[in-house]
């Protein structure tokens, strides 16, 4: 019977690979394609199929005589591919354990070292833990990938071939400054010379190659339960010195005390740096911090002993002015806004000006969460940014926030020559679209050449690619070598989708600077989890 099955899901890869060329597909050709379906499937022992397609049957009764797009056609047939695709790879493990919405709560390894294959191996046993992992086989990118990812522990070999581990290992030591992220330095030789050399450039521990995966495991847990236990006690950002978000929940239950025992408002001003990433990108990560110190120390001394300033996250701040009413903080916020506009910073011998946008929600009534005020900052910001930035807004000035939000395109491309992922891993990524604050465009391509040659792309918009390793015209490695060595090369996330103990495949792709990779089959939630992540990095 297998043979049968195989042959009846040629027939609809052919059908829908057929429709993604049309202009318009017809009621009665997709009407005859599920007919098809239902008549087949319980035959050759398919009989939950066979159900499904009658159901989608009877829904498309209801629209008798119309003509879809290929996208519009798209959602008949997700149910249907979704369930073959979880059918046929039921037995597939799953690789780690934790979910999308896990992902902030689990700790992040960023592990250094050009031996992919070793690479390979701690990724896969690292997941299996439950961490999440990050690799870098090129040391080069080592310090971008630290600031990008913001890990919970660093862990780098000492010896690369033609770079010397402890060199990168300073630099990254340098680029933490006083924030605490344990490092483990690696290595298979265990000269006392390379260990003391290693504690000494500040390495919280040193184990050598080969070790055994158990204790590793156990002394990095150690390490990430320190470093969790410090942040408990410290309520300040380390490299501003600002309040962090852990004292937001407290500063705002005493603001709201104080509001109803006193009856007057306070006010929330979000504030968010413009085109810092292009500070980071042009000038280095160190010279974006120093702009990060200065704008706090500004915050500092531009606001009340009685106000609050928070870094709420990379380069965007929280202020709680308290008993303020919207006019007097807009009043604030502009008079620091000036002050920082005319602050000049220095970068490779260059000079450069930077500004901010700025929402404020005032809080003049008790009952609503903090989340509800932030969210309504929140619309206020992006209508700053959308009105062409370096200005501030004020929610209640705002008649639809949300339609006014100005919003960051990031293009998702699926690369696949088999038409039933693209079409399981394009419902996934739209399914993910939709809760995103971004305009987010979902694209699937059947082969390497369709997607490199296409303009869609190209721009200035971020863009996250799933890239299936083997097509035809052009395998996904050589895609994958022609977005590297583009000048906007740091526009591209990647995800390589490889085959199964094809370790040279992923050997080429982690040398190359995929983003990370995952086998097929693999299970969808899986899939979810990883591009979650990498979408937070974006």
């Known amino acids: 019977m297998d043979k049968y099955k195989e042959h009846f899901w040629r027939n609809i890869r052919a059908k829908l690979e057929q429709w993604e060329q049309e202009d318009a597909i017809t009621y009665e050709d997709v009407y005859g394609f599920f007919h098809n379906i ?85 990724k896969e046993q690292i997941e299996k833990v439950g961490w999440q992992i990050v690799t870098v086989a090129q040391p080069e990118k080592a310090v971008t990938q ?6 919970d522990c660093v862990v780098i070999d000492v010896h690369m071939n033609g770079t010397d581990g402890l060199t990168v290992f300073k630099e990254l030591k340098a680029a933490l400054g006083q924030q605490f992220v344990p490092t483990v330095v690696i290595s298979a030789d265990d000269r006392e010379e390379v260990r003391l050399q290693s504690y000494a450039s500040g390495a919280d521990d040193f184990m050598v190659k ?63 740096l413009d085109h810092f990433k292009q500070i980071n990108d042009q000038y280095g990560h160190l010279v974006g911090d120093e702009v990060l110190r200065e704008f706090a120390v500004l915050l500092r001394h531009g606001t009340r002993p009685n106000d609050l300033a928070f870094r709420f996250g990379g380069e965007e701040f929280l202020l709680f002015l308290s008993k303020t009413m919207q006019q007097d903080a807009f009043e604030i916020i502009e008079r620091i806004r000036n002050q920082f506009r005319s602050r000049s910073f220095s970068g490779g011998g260059t000079a450069f000006r930077c500004t901010f946008s700025c929402g404020i929600v005032e809080v003049d009534e008790g009952g609503a969460p903090l989340e509800y005020w ?87 918009s971020l863009c996250l690619v799933i890239l299936d390793g083997i097509m035809p015209k052009m395998d996904g490695i050589e895609v994958l070598r022609r977005l590297r060595s583009r000048r906007d090369e740091s526009r591209y996330k990647i995800i390589m989708l490889t085959m199964r103990r094809n370790e040279e495949d992923i050997v080429q792709a982690l040398q190359l600077g995929a983003d990370d990779y995952i086998t097929k089959p693999f299970k969808r939630l899986e899939l979810e989890a990883r591009v979650s992540r990498l979408l937070k990095r974006m």
């Not at 630290?146 to 890990?151: C, F, I, N, R, S």
């Open 38 to 122: 239902a008549g087949t499937a319980a035959v050759i022992g398919m009989e939950e199929l066979g159900k499904r397609a009658c159901r989608l049957m009877k829904r498309l009764e209801a629209e008798n005589g119309k003509r879809w797009t290929p996208a519009e056609l798209k959602e008949h047939v997700y149910e249907l591919m979704h369930w073959y695709y979880d059918e046929t790879h039921r037995d597939v493990p799953t690789h780690f354990s934790f979910s999308p919405a896990d992902a902030d709560e689990v700790p992040l390894i960023l592990l250094v070292d050009d031996d992919a294959l070793f690479l390979m191996y701690m």
């Open 146 to 151: 630290l600031y990008e990812v913001k890990p």
């Open 210 to 272: 080969p070790f055994a995966l158990r204790e590793f495991i156990i002394r990095v847990h150690r390490l990430l339960e320190r470093k969790k236990q410090l942040e408990g006690l410290l309520l300040v950002d380390e490299l501003t010195r600002l309040y962090n978000r852990k004292y937001l929940p407290e500063a705002y239950r005493q603001l709201e005390s104080e509001r109803e025992r006193l009856g007057e408002p306070y006010c929330i001003a979000l504030l968010d």
């Open 374 to 460: 932030l969210e309504r900052a929140d619309g206020a910001l992006y209508a700053a940014k959308n009105g062409g930035r370096d200005r501030t807004v004020v929610a209640e000035k705002i008649e639809k926030i949300d339609d006014m939000r100005q919003r960051k395109t990031v293009k998702m491309a699926v690369v696949d020559d088999d038409v039933i992922v693209r079409t399981v891993v394009a419902d996934l990524l739209e399914h993910i679209a939709r809760d995103r604050k971004e305009q987010c465009e979902v694209r699937s391509f059947a082969d390497g050449v369709s997607f490199i040659e296409s303009s869609w792309h190209e721009g200035h």
